[in-house]
């Protein structure tokens, strides 16, 4: 019976042994080399993620938990847009321009109650802020992946904006989480 739109991929067996000579298909089904800028690019992502369920699983504010979980849904519609060759216009699952919409408007909700900075912010403040903050980094290489593999190859444009607000998003989601202990940068302080 074939699958659902929305119903969630089906996985039988985990090792297929389709990969042992470097190779993988991509979501057309077409074969790559594991070096292929889209596969280290959606492996990219796929860390994120895995920085993400980190985060979720720390004790994260009440309202941040669902939020975490949505994202991490469209990170991985993010890897699968990835996966399959980008033609404009095509019916393929892609990166939206109101998933990037719906990630300004977080970003503008949860900076909203945030003091001014004033400088920069060195990543920790708490264990969750911390990890947040990691999860932004991996969100930084996962967009320069990104950008690499779409100058080799065309990439939903939307799926680097998406990367580049996620971060944006996680940056502020560590200062919320910091709850006003965050230390800022003093450039040539311990000169």
């Given at each position: 019976?074939?699958?659902?739109?929305?119903?969630?991929?089906?996985?039988?067996?985990?090792?297929?042994?389709?990969?042992?000579?470097?190779?993988?298909?991509?979501?057309?089904?077409?074969?790559?080399?594991?070096?292929?800028?889209?596969?280290?690019?959606?492996?990219?992502?796929?860390?994120?993620?895995?920085?993400?369920?980190?985060?979720?699983?720390?004790?994260?504010?009440?309202?941040?938990?669902?939020?975490?979980?949505?994202?991490?849904?469209?990170?991985?519609?993010?890897?699968?847009?990835?996966?399959?060759?980008?033609?404009?216009?095509?019916?393929?699952?892609?990166?939206?321009?109101?998933?990037?919409?719906?990630?300004?408007?977080?970003?503008?909700?949860?900076?909203?109650?945030?003091?001014?900075?004033?400088?920069?912010?060195?990543?920790?403040?708490?264990?969750?802020?911390?990890?947040?903050?990691?999860?932004?980094?991996?969100?930084?290489?996962?967009?320069?992946?990104?950008?690499?593999?779409?100058?080799?190859?065309?990439?939903?444009?939307?799926?680097?904006?998406?990367?580049?607000?996620?971060?944006?998003?996680?940056?502020?989601?560590?200062?919320?989480?910091?709850?006003?202990?965050e230390v800022l940068w003093r450039p040539g302080s311990s000169r």
């Open positions: 019976m074939p699958r659902q739109p929305d119903e969630p991929v089906r996985l039988n067996r985990i090792y297929t042994r389709g990969g042992d000579r470097g190779e993988t298909s991509l979501g057309d089904g077409s074969r790559v080399s594991k070096l292929d800028r889209r596969i280290v690019a959606y492996g990219a992502v796929d860390e994120l993620n895995a920085q993400l369920g980190v985060v979720a699983s720390s004790g994260v504010r009440t309202e941040v938990s669902p939020l975490l979980a949505r994202i991490q849904n469209e990170l991985f519609d993010l890897g699968a847009d990835l996966s399959v060759p980008y033609v404009e216009g095509d019916a393929k699952l892609r990166v939206t321009q109101e998933q990037v919409d719906e990630l300004e408007r977080l970003c503008d909700r949860f900076n909203a109650p945030l003091p001014e900075l004033r400088s920069f912010v060195l990543p920790g403040g708490n264990p969750v802020a911390a990890q947040l903050h990691v999860a932004r980094t991996a969100c930084r290489r996962a967009e320069l992946e990104a950008l690499r593999a779409a100058e080799e190859v065309p990439v939903n444009p939307l799926a680097l904006v998406y990367l580049n607000r996620l971060s944006d998003l996680l940056f502020i989601l560590a200062r919320d989480a910091a709850g006003g202990d």
